[in-house]
């Protein structure tokens, strides 16, 4: 018998902060492009999404230097260095990216005192001494925020090493990464936060080895019986019911137009 490849399933994955990162990465962009960000790729194959007074800008970068796979960041001038910098890995879903971006698509169009504004002040010293990272943890222990006290250089946190707070998931085989600097608008912060923490469920069309290889905790539920499902009970539905042909004037068909789909970006999928 020849060998039939295993063909994807759609499964429902929740909590989505263990789902992982095998989704389209257009829709996490398509937010900016809605709002008129310009988009355009490099000879490597990286994106860049741009705000029209080019003082915003996301990048999306799988031929990258590291595992950092989205670095998002504006500032009041073009040419200046950011005010303010949030990045993603390569195993961050792309929901909690698409939340960001959604987010900051709305801010933009709000201003810049929306976009730019004022960041969540950072802790301070705690009876003469540097005070430990205040981390913040899931109900289910496997989303943590923790927070960095005390100065940061801005050079350093815009060069992204290092960053005032720090998002993780996941054990450690399959751990995510997110960062943000210290002057990250604190809606912005609040949205990512949220979006970090939520454990709402996601779509992912998977094969049975890699809901096998899903994280310890994720639970992947089939969206609908497999092609063999359906085969199987169509074979037993037709030994036992005539089918009858419904008249064809009794069929009605309806037609319409799509809205026009925002411009497609290519942006390949990190390799493992």
Do not use: C
Request: aromatic share 8%; hydrophobic share 40%; glycine share 4%.
């Amino acid at each position: 018998m020849p060998y039939t490849p295993e063909k994807p399933r759609e499964y429902r994955v929740q909590p989505r902060y263990l789902a992982g990162s095998e989704a389209d990465a257009t829709d996490a962009i398509t937010p900016l492009l809605r709002a008129g960000w310009a988009a355009s790729n490099d000879e490597l194959g990286n994106a860049y999404v741009t705000a029209p007074d080019l003082t915003a800008r996301l990048a999306f970068m799988p031929e990258g230097r590291d595992s950092t796979l989205w670095k998002i960041s504006a500032g009041p001038e073009a040419t200046a260095m950011p005010r303010w910098l949030v990045t993603f890995d390569d195993r961050v879903p792309y929901e909690i990216v698409q939340d960001f971006t959604t987010a900051l698509a709305d801010a933009y169009t709000q201003g810049p005192g929306a976009y730019l504004g004022p960041g969540k002040p950072a802790p301070r010293r705690v009876a003469g001494r540097w005070t430990e990272p205040i981390v913040v943890q899931s109900p289910d222990q496997l989303v943590t925020r923790a927070t960095r006290p005390g100065f940061l250089p801005h050079a350093e946190e815009m060069d992204d090493t290092s960053a005032r707070w720090l998002f993780e998931s996941g054990p450690p085989e399959h751990r995510w990464y997110a960062t943000a600097s210290s002057h990250v608008p604190a809606p912005l912060l609040e949205t990512l936060t949220v979006a970090a923490f939520d454990p709402s469920p996601v779509h992912r069309y998977l094969r049975r080895a890699e809901v096998a290889r899903l994280p310890a905790g994720a639970v992947a539920t089939p969206t609908a019986p497999s092609p063999l499902e359906v085969a199987r009970v169509r074979a037993a539905t037709s030994r036992s019911v005539t089918a009858t042909r419904a008249p064809a004037a009794a069929l009605a068909y309806t037609t319409s137009t799509p809205p026009p789909a925002p411009p497609r970006v290519a942006l390949a999928r990190p390799s493992r």
